[in-house]
Structures are given as C-alpha cells and as structure tokens.
C-alpha cells in the first residue's frame, strides 16, 4: 500500500457511475490508489447480470480498489432509474457526508449500435436506448449527484466520453445514434461548467484512447499480457491504452490544487499525460488522438513511433 504522502487523495470520496468494466474500472481502481473511498456502480453483480451476460462484477471492482489502496463501496444501480439513483446518492450522504469526486460514465451501448448505417436503416429501437444509456443517465446522476458535491467547495465532475470535442467536431463517428451519444456528452461537462463554477466546482469531459478494454482484448482473442498480437488483425491496435490510463489521468486531474483551470475543456488520457508525467502501466505515453489523426485518418501505415 502507497504511503500517506503519496495518497493525494486520501479522505477524498468519489462515485464512479459505471464502473463494472473497462474505462469505469480503471478509474476506480486508480482513484483507490490514491487514496480515495469511491462508490462504484453499475447492473451486474455476482449474483444478477445484465443484458451484457458478461463476468466481470461491480463487486470485482470494489475489491479490486480496495487492494489499490483506497476502499471500495460497490452498489447495484441501473442510472435509468431515478429512484435507485436517489437512493445510492442518499446513502453516500449518510455515511460520508461528503462528495468530491462524480465520474459520469454509464455506457452500456456496445451491442446495440450498427456501423456505417443511416438513421433510416439503423434499429430504432436501439439506436434510442442506446441514447438513453449514453445521455440520460448521465444527466440523471448529475441532477442527483451534484447537489451534494457542490455543498463543499472544489469538487470535480467528470463526464466520460469517446473523442475529445474537437475531433468529434468534424469525424463522423459511423452511426447518427452514436455520434450524437458521444458528442452531447462533451457538450454536457461544458454546460455543467457553466453551472459548477459559480460553486468552485470544475467539470471537464475526458476520452480515452483506443481502450484495451476487457471486451476489446476478447474481441481481438488476445490478453493484456499478449495485446500485440491483436495488431495483426488490426494494426492501428498499436497505440491502444489500458483502461488504468484514464485512471491515472482523472486521479491526476482530481489531485490538481489548481484543477479549476480546465473548467469546460474537453480532454484525453493521452493529453494529460503530458502535463501530468504520469504514465501507462508499462511505462509508455500513448498519445492516441494524435496518432488517430496523423496516422490511422491519414491512411498512414500503423507505427506507434513517437506517438507512445
């Protein structure tokens, strides 16, 4: 375990809405190691899964924290329900009294939306669950969330996205149902900004990369121990992170005295690397976004020189 003084957020309490696997897990585990007590969230438990059928449990995440050095809490909660959300939130206040930290990132959409189909040829029955997952929750775990974080001064929203505001500006992100799922969720910190900063609150969105995510390691039929070999069916796979980058980068970010700086910005794991110093579990800084566009957009071989 990490000593007191390289805990910086010891006594700090987070809630990370999301947070059974991928990106939500390496949040957690990461704000642990710093020291924080963090609820964690999500619909599948040991002993109920949700439509995903996948075996990974929140209750695996709250253990998972707790061995990093933090104390995990983890809650069965679907964020499309406003009475489950209200209740997680109620119990929050009554045994901490306290929240510093809200990390946003319900998904839930990976089975639902159809690459490269018009609006008119997309299922429109998942196409509008799909928004539902990726924005509505969201906005219901702030409007009860928030209320409590804004009761002490400096306390960090974090909507979790995919593509930073300024890519997703002009990149059609193949599917009118995603793209827009993603792109209101950029714009989502930045009108909460506008609302946080009058209570010295600060909210940023943050993207990873090209996550190794525990069903982006399936999909490729690879390990994290062996992850390269998945760039032989994808070479631009070459630049991926684990889901612990984006970890460290909000456990950064959360750390930052003078965190009020980015209010309404849209940022990337990879981005703040350079301004944190921090780095991926095997020593690398993978600059994803940069690769994105300079490499893999710009129909470039794959190579991952100078970009990790």
């Known amino acids: 375990m990490a000593s007191e003084s390289k805990r910086p957020l010891d006594r700090k309490v987070a809630l990370v809405a999301g947070a059974t696997r991928g ?3 390496g949040i957690a585990v990461e704000l642990g190691a710093a020291g924080a007590t963090v609820y964690v969230t999500g619909r599948t438990t040991r002993h109920r899964q949700s439509e995903y059928k996948r075996p990974e449990t ?4 709250g253990e998972l924290l707790t061995a ?3 104390k995990g809490i983890a809650m069965r909660v ?4 406003p009475d489950e959300v209200r209740e997680l939130v109620e119990r929050i206040r009554t045994e901490q009294g306290r929240l510093d930290i809200l990390v946003n990132d319900v998904w839930g ?4 939306f159809e690459w490269n189909k018009p609006v008119w040829d997309h299922d429109l029955e998942n196409g ?9 929750t969201h906005l219901i775990t702030a409007h009860f969330a928030l209320p409590l974080m804004i ?3 400096g306390g960090l929203l974090v909507e979790v996205t995919d593509g930073t505001a300024e890519y997703n500006s002009d990149h059609y992100r193949l599917s009118p149902f995603y793209d827009l799922a993603k792109t209101s969720v950029n714009r989502m910190a930045w009108a909460h ?3 946080l900063a009058r209570h010295g609150a600060t909210s940023v969105s943050i993207t990873p990369g090209w996550l190794r995510s525990e069903m982006m390691l399936e999909h490729y039929g690879v390990r994290e121990d062996n992850w390269r070999e998945g760039t032989k069916i994808e070479p631009h796979f070459i630049i991926s992170e684990t889901p612990r980058f984006v970890g460290r980068a909000i456990a950064a970010l959360a750390a930052d005295p003078d965190r009020a700086r980015w209010n309404g910005q849209s940022l990337s794991s990879g981005g703040l690397a350079k301004v944190y110093g921090f780095t991926d579990l095997d020593g690398s800084r993978p600059d994803a976004w940069r690769y994105v566009v300079e490499v893999q957009d710009a129909g470039k071989p794959a190579d991952a020189t100078g970009y990790r």
């Open 23 to 25: 990106a939500g897990r």
């Open 58 to 61: 929140i209750e695996e995440t």
């Open 68 to 70: 990093a050095g933090g």
């Open 78 to 81: 679907d964020h499309l329900v």
């Open 109 to 112: 959409g990976e089975m639902l």
């Open 128 to 136: 509008l669950r799909l928004l539902r997952l990726g924005v509505d």
């Open 151 to 153: 009761e002490r001064p």
């Open 193 to 195: 900004a506008k609302d």
